[in-house]
């Protein structure tokens, strides 16, 4: 009974792999969050707020994220070409979501007029595609925004490291001066620092990938990095005196 008691109250750890395998499922939930999102504002954009352009402004977005990578990016850490790399990732993207899945396929069949021998059910999914064919065409587009969007958080990683080793390096010793001239100890600031390390990794993730209009990435990147850095930084630092 006491044994049992005492598993109850320290219930066995997460191994390694199924912490590992948790992490990737959150990070790939989080994604999918943010492609809904970012098509959902699409449409509501194209409800509300740029009605006139239709579809029209989410294939301007693709355009505008492309020319980014040309006239900006033009070497990185994880490879040569960030451009090409940004293109062959969406084109991949869009073509395990779309074409091999055949949805391509049943869109133009869908766009195909109607033949008189064709039946109700059909008849009424070609009307009903015709009602929301540009929001169809949106998101899709939306989906390579997306891909390239995502291509480029990758190609920033080596930024979120750098300046977190940085930040790291920099706690470290103000943490090691605190701790020399009898500096005061807050375990409130270590543990509230600690924690807003990992959102404002995510969040830079999310907003730049759920954004409904176009923006250089560097003005994202940089200052969520710079956010990212000043939280381990003062994690760091508040770190407790003796271990």
């Not at 294939?59 to 490879?79: A, C, G, K, W």
């Not at 990683?157 to 977190?164: R, T």
């Not at 090691?176 to 100890?185: A, I």
């Not at 990435?217 to 630092?237: E, G, H, K, Q, Y």
Request: hydrophobic fraction near 55%.
């Amino acid at each position: 009974m006491a044994q049992e008691r005492q598993a109850k109250r320290h219930p066995a750890e997460r191994g390694l792999l199924s912490r590992i395998l948790g992490g990737v499922a959150r990070a790939l939930a989080w994604l999918v969050a943010a492609l809904f999102l970012s098509i959902l504002l699409e449409w509501a954009g194209m409800l509300f707020w740029w009605p006139e352009q239709g579809s029209l402004h989410s294939r301007n977005m693709l355009e505008r994220e492309i020319s980014y990578l040309n006239s900006d990016f033009r070497r990185s850490l994880v490879t040569s070409s960030p451009a090409r790399f940004a293109r062959g990732f969406a084109d991949t993207f869009y073509y395990y979501l779309f074409e091999w899945t055949r949805v391509v396929n049943f869109i133009e069949w869908l766009r195909q007029p109607a033949p008189a021998d064709e039946g109700r059910i059909q008849t009424i999914l070609r009307g009903a595609y015709a009602q929301v064919a540009d929001y169809v065409i949106a998101a899709m587009t939306i989906t390579q925004v997306f891909a390239v969007r995502l291509a480029v958080l990758t190609l920033a990683i080596p930024v979120f490291i750098l300046f977190g080793i940085v930040a790291l390096v920099d706690g470290l010793v103000q943490r090691d001066l605190r701790r020399w001239c009898g500096g005061r100890e807050s375990s409130f600031v270590y543990h509230h620092a600690k924690t807003a390390i990992f959102p404002a990794l995510i969040l830079a993730w999310v907003i730049y990938l759920g954004m409904p209009t176009s923006m250089h990435p560097n003005f994202v990147i940089l200052p969520f990095s710079v956010l990212f850095a000043t939280a381990i930084a003062i994690a760091a630092r508040s770190f407790k005196k003796y271990l």
